[in-house]
C-alpha cells in the first residue's frame, strides 16, 4: 500500500555532516583559497539590532547560534517525515524535534478531515507553506531546509555495509496488492539490516493480523530516531564520501554549497553522544473518525524555552505574561496592592 511509506531517513543526518570529509581534505591543498563565513553569520543574516520590544524568547533566538534544518521525507506529493533539526555550533549539540505526520493542523479554506493533517500542506503549498506551518507549530525560525526521496535509504544502508538495529518485534506483513508486491518477514531482535530490508523495516506499521506498534505512529517514530542514530555512528567514518556523494542524489535543499561547507567546519568536535531526538508534545484524539495527533502548546513551549536556554523566570505562556518562579507576576504585583 503506497500510504504505507513510513520512511525514515539516515540521509537527514548524513546531510549535516556533507564536508566533513571533503572540506578537510579540500583545505589541506587550498588552506588560502577558501574564507568561510561563520555559522553565526548565517543565522543573524536576517537579525537587526532592534531589541527593545522583543520577548525573552524572540531575544533568545535572535542572539543564538543554532541554526535550524526543515528535514522532509517526500512520499509522492505528501510528506512522509518531517523533522526540524536544531543544531548549536557553540555547544556542538544537535536536537531533533520530529513532527508526527499525523499532526493536526487546521488551515483556512481546507476543510476535509485528510487536510488537516499537516503532512497534507506540501501538496497544496509546497516547502513554503511547511516551512511557515512548522514555525508556527514550534515557534522556532527555519534557517533552511532539505528535502530526501525514500531511494536514499536503501542506497545508504547497502554503502554502510548495512546497519545494525533492534526490531522490537517480529514483522509479518503481506500487501499483493502493492506495485511490487510488499513482502515483510523480520525477525525480533538484535539484526543488521540490508538496505532492502531497512526499507521494510521501516515501512512497517502494522502485521497482517492487525497487531503492531501500541502507540501507533508514535512507536514509528521511535523506532525512526533509533535507526538514525545507530546509521549516523556508522556513516561518520571512512565511508562518509560514499555517503555523501549517493545522499547528494536525492536531496533537495536551499543551502549553497558555501553553507554547506561553512556547517561542516562548525561540526568539529561533534558526537553522536551530543544528539537529543524528541517528538513534539502532544495528545492523542479521533475527529470525524480519524485519529489526529494535537499538539500540547504548553509542552512545545516548554521544549523550545529549554533549547534556548531561557530561564525560568523568563518564561512567557500564553498572551506573553511572565512567569517567576511558577507565580504570574501581574497577580503577585496585585497582591502586594491588596497588602
Known amino acids: 500500500m503506497r500510504h504505507f511509506f513510513k520512511i525514515y531517513f539516515t540521509v537527514i543526518l548524513l546531510f549535516i555532516f ?41 531575544r533568545a533566538i535572535k ?77 522556532m525560525p527555519v534557517h533552511k531546509y532539505v528535502t530526501v526521496d525514500y531511494e536514499a535509504v536503501t542506497s545508504i544502508v547497502d554503502i554502510l555495509g548495512g546497519v545494525e538495529v533492534e526490531v522490537p518485534m517480529n514483522m509479518r506483513y503481506s500487501d499483493p496488492f502493492d506495485t511490487p508486491p510488499l513482502e515483510i518477514n523480520i525477525d525480533a531482535g538484535i539484526q543488521t539490516l540490508n538496505g532492502e530490508t531497512a526499507l521494510k523495516f521501516l515501512r512497517f506499521r502494522q502485521n497482517s493480523d492487525g497487531t503492531g506498534y501500541s502507540d501507533g505512529d508514535i512507536g514509528r517514530i521511535k523506532t525512526q530516531q533509533a535507526f538514525i542514530r545507530a546509521a549516523s555512528k556508522k556513516a561518520l567514518g571512512l565511508k562518509l564520501p560514499a555517503v555523501i556523494n549517493e545522499a547528494f542524489k536525492h536531496i533537495d535543499t536551499d543551502f549553497t554549497l558555501t553553507e554547506i561547507l561553512s556547517l561542516a567546519t562548525g561540526l568539529l568536535g561533534f558526537s553522536t553522544d551530543d544528539l537529543q531526538l524528541d517528538i513534539i508534545d502532544h495528545y492523542t484524539k479521533t475527529m470525524d473518525n480519524l485519529n489526529y495527533v494535537v499538539p500540547n502548546e504548553t509542552g512545545i513551549k516548554q521544549y523550545v524555552y529549554n533549547l534556548y536556554n531561557i530561564e525560568q523566570e523568563q518564561i512567557l505562556y500564553d498572551g506573553f505574561i511572565e512567569i517567576k518562579d511558577g507565580i504570574n507576576k501581574d497577580d503577585e504585583a496585585e497582591d502586594k496592592e491588596n497588602n
Open 63 to 139: 542572539n543564538s547560534p543554532r541554526i535550524n534544518i526543515l528535514l522532509v521525507g517526500k512520499e509522492h506529493v505528501r510528506t512522509d517525515t518531517i523533522m526540524l533539526l536544531s543544531y548549536d555550533k557553540e555547544e556542538k549539540k544537535a536536537n531533533i524535534l520530529s513532527i508526527p505526520r499525523d499532526t493536526y493542523y487546521e488551515r483556512e479554506g481546507y476543510d476535509n478531515r485528510q487536510q488537516k493533517k499537516i503532512n497534507a500542506i506540501y501538496q497544496t503549498e509546497g516547502i513554503v507553506g511547511l516551512k511557515a506551518a512548522v514555525e508556527h507549530l514550534t515557534m
Open 18 to 58: 556533507i564536508g566533513s570529509m571533503t572540506v578537510f581534505g579540500y583545505m589541506a591543498f587550498n588552506k588560502d583559497a577558501v574564507i568561510f563565513p561563520s555559522l553565526g553569520e548565517l543565522v543573524t543574516a536576517v537579525k537587526t539590532d532592534e531589541d527593545k520590544d522583543l520577548s525573552p524568547l524572540e
